[in-house]
């Protein structure tokens, strides 16, 4: 079965560095979705991505965050200048369809990459 | 997102119905309610979502309060497998940032 995968799984840096965070979605999907779990708490929507444009961000992603499809299969997140509070586990998801149709669609998540910021 | 509420943990006995809770009271008329688990150490995955009729699938039941203020995810038989967060996601289409309530953390007790 299709799978969304995300590398690294754990990636460790320095307060102030920048990171990049790769996700690999489902081939014939076409929204793609970041989300964000500091431990402990709930999952975080960040933003929604389609047709190579943000469709919907939250207050969460400020000027430090950015997405890009860079070519036909990756999915990225990059934080500029990375602080403290960053540190947290990271999903990427997509969905063969947006998810606010009139028939929804589900999304697919993949296992995370957990960003540590010393 | 303040309005969505779960409670914060469940517990069941293996193979006895689960019924999760949620209240989305400023659901709208045409807004979607999916619920997704996530288990120990993964992503969420999708269970089941509906608008306003109870619906059924292979992995769970949901019921849709006729208000639509409230759902319940049902699980017919807890496994020890089941054990995992559940996260019910109103999908408000006047905000559409997919925000997810806080999660019911269920624990199966063999």
């Known amino acids: 079965e299709p799978e969304v995968t995300q590398t690294p799984s754990h990636q460790v840096t320095q307060m102030g560095q920048e990171v990049i965070l790769r996700c690999v979605p489902i081939?014939?999907?076409?929204?793609f979705y970041w989300y964000r779990q500091i431990l402990g708490q709930k999952v975080e929507f960040l933003v929604s991505?389609?047709?190579?444009?943000?469709?919907?961000k939250s207050e969460i992603f400020d000027d430090q965050f950015s997405v890009e499809r860079p070519d036909g299969s990756n999915f990225t997140l990059k934080i500029r200048s990375t602080k403290l509070e960053d540190s947290a586990m990271y999903f990427c998801?997509?969905?063969?369809?947006?998810?606010?149709?009139?028939?929804?669609?589900?999304?697919?998540f993949g296992p995370g990459t957990r960003l540590t910021v010393t | 997102d303040a309005k969505t509420t779960q409670p914060n943990s469940m517990e069941s006995n293996e193979e006895e119905p689960v019924h999760l809770p949620c209240n989305h009271s400023t659901i709208s008329g045409t807004d979607y309610i999916h619920w997704y688990r996530q288990l120990p150490s993964q992503g969420p995955e999708y269970v089941i979502h509906g608008l306003t009729s109870n619906v059924n699938n292979r992995m769970a039941s949901l019921a849709i309060a006729e208000d639509r203020k409230s759902s319940t995810l049902i699980l017919h038989r807890a496994t020890l497998r089941d054990a995992a967060v559940y996260y019910c996601q109103p999908l408000n289409f006047g905000n559409e940032k997919l925000t997810f309530g806080t999660g019911t953390r269920l624990t199966i007790i063999p």
């Open positions: 081939s014939n999907h076409l929204y």
């Open positions: 998801a997509s969905s063969p369809g947006w998810v606010f149709s009139q028939e929804p669609y589900e999304q697919y």
């Open positions: 991505f389609y047709n190579n444009e943000i469709s919907e």
